[in-house]
C-alpha cells in the first residue's frame, strides 16, 4: 500500500494542445483514483494562443502562465507550483494508467532517485516512422536515459539536482536523467506509455532525420538554440485526433 498523506503532482507543459489536452487529463485523473492518493495536476501553459488554458481549467487542471516558449521552463515552473512530494511530468499529449503511477511510487520507495516508462506511440504511423522509433528507444532506454513524455521523482531529488536545466531547449530530460543518476537508480517502467506519433505523421522522414542528427552532431550548442529547433518550437499541430 502507498501511503496515503503523500500528495502526487502531475505537472503538464502545454503549448497549443487544445486537441490533446483534456484526454491526458482525463487519463491522469483516471490513472490516479483507485490509488488512494491525494494528487494534484498542474498545467504549466506556456503562451498558448488557442484554447488550451480554458480546457485546463473546465477539466480540473490548476493552470499557471508562462511566457517563455521553452520545455524545461515550463516543467520547471509547474513545479514550482506544485504541493506533491512525488513530481509526476507528463507530456501534454501523453496517456498513462494507474500501473504507471504505482510502479513509478514503488520506485521512489525503494529508492530509486526517479525514472521513465517505455514508449508506444498512437495511431497511423509511416514504416519509416515504426523503425526508427523502435531502434530509438531500444537505444535510448537501454542507456537507462529519462524521455521527457513520463519522467517521475521526489520533490527533494529534484530540488538537489537544481530541476531541468533551462540552457536547453531539447535534451533538457537527458541531462536531467543523468543528474538523478548522480543521486541513486534510476528506473525504466516496462509498461510503455502511450503518445503521440504526430511528428511522425506531419514531417517527412528527410526533416526529422536532418533534425535528429544535427542536434546529435551539434550537441548543445544546438540544444541551446530554440531557432535551430524548428522540429520542436514551430508549434505545428494535428488538426484532429489519431
Known amino acids: 500500500m502507498l501511503p496515503q498523506e503523500t500528495m502526487i503532482s502531475f505537472i503538464i507543459p502545454a503549448y497549443n494542445e487544445e486537441l490533446e489536452l483534456s484526454a491526458t487529463i482525463a487519463a491522469i485523473h483516471g490513472a490516479a483514483s483507485g490509488t488512494a492518493q491525494p494528487c494534484e495536476v498542474i498545467v504549466a501553459d506556456d503562451a498558448s494562443t488557442d484554447a488550451t488554458p480554458e480546457i485546463a481549467s473546465h477539466a480540473g487542471a490548476k493552470v499557471i502562465r508562462i511566457n517563455r516558449r521553452q520545455i524545461a521552463a515550463a516543467r520547471n515552473a509547474g513545479a514550482r507550483a506544485a504541493q506533491g512530494e512525488y513530481l509526476f511530468f507528463v507530456d501534454a499529449d501523453t496517456r498513462i494508467n494507474r500501473s504507471h503511477i504505482t510502479q513509478a511510487i514503488a520506485a521512489l520507495e525503494a529508492g530509486y532517485s526517479g525514472g521513465v516508462a517505455r514508449v508506444a506511440v498512437d495511431g497511423f504511423?509511416?514504416?519509416?516512422?515504426?523503425?526508427l522509433l523502435r531502434a530509438f528507444c531500444a537505444l535510448y532506454f537501454g542507456l537507462n536515459l529519462g524521455a521527457g513524455a513520463f519522467l517521475f521523482?521526489?520533490?527533494?531529488?529534484?530540488?538537489?539536482?537544481?530541476?531541468f536545466d533551462e540552457q536547453y531547449f531539447v535534451g533538457e530530460e537527458v541531462y536531467f536523467s543523468l543528474a538523478?543518476?548522480?543521486l541513486g537508480r534510476f528506473k525504466?517502467?516496462?509498461e510503455p506509455i502511450l503518445t503521440s506519433g504526430r511528428?511522425?505523421?506531419?514531417?517527412p522522414a528527410k526533416q526529422i532525420f536532418s533534425n535528429f542528427f544535427s542536434v546529435i552532431i551539434g550537441g548543445r550548442r544546438v540544444a541551446r538554440s530554440r531557432a535551430r529547433l524548428r522540429l520542436w518550437y514551430d508549434g505545428k499541430r494535428e488538426k484532429h485526433a489519431a
Do not use: D, Q, S
Open 125 to 131: 504511423v509511416p514504416l519509416w516512422g515504426r523503425i
Open 199 to 203: 511528428k511522425l505523421r506531419m514531417y
Open 180 to 182: 538523478l543518476r548522480k
Open 153 to 163: 521523482t521526489t520533490r527533494r531529488n529534484f530540488e538537489e539536482i537544481g530541476g
Open 188 to 190: 525504466v517502467l516496462r
